[in-house]
């Protein structure tokens, strides 16, 4: 999962060598947290929140397939 936010992250940054992905596991809950620059921010989140709420669907529907429950956090 911390591969697939890191691909996704670093194709819509203007700044993908300061894109930091942490990946913690608890159980069968995976939280995922992506740092970016702050000039990036806007790009990751996107108009109302939709490039990250596409984001969020895409690493949930790869982690539905382990059975796992995803959380992706944008700081």
């Known amino acids: 999962m911390k591969a697939l936010v ?12 300061e894109v930091v992905v942490n990946e913690t596991q608890e159980g069968k809950t995976i939280r995922i947290t992506l740092h970016v620059a702050p000039s990036d921010m806007g790009k990751v ?3 109302r929140g939709r490039i990250a709420k596409a984001i969020r669907s895409v690493v949930k529907a790869a982690a539905s ?8 956090d944008i700081e």
Do not use: F, Q, S, Y
């Open 45 to 47: 989140i996107g108009k």
């Open 65 to 72: 397939r382990d059975d796992l429950r995803v959380d992706v």
């Open 6 to 17: 890191e691909l996704i992250a670093k194709a819509l940054v203007d700044h993908p060598d």
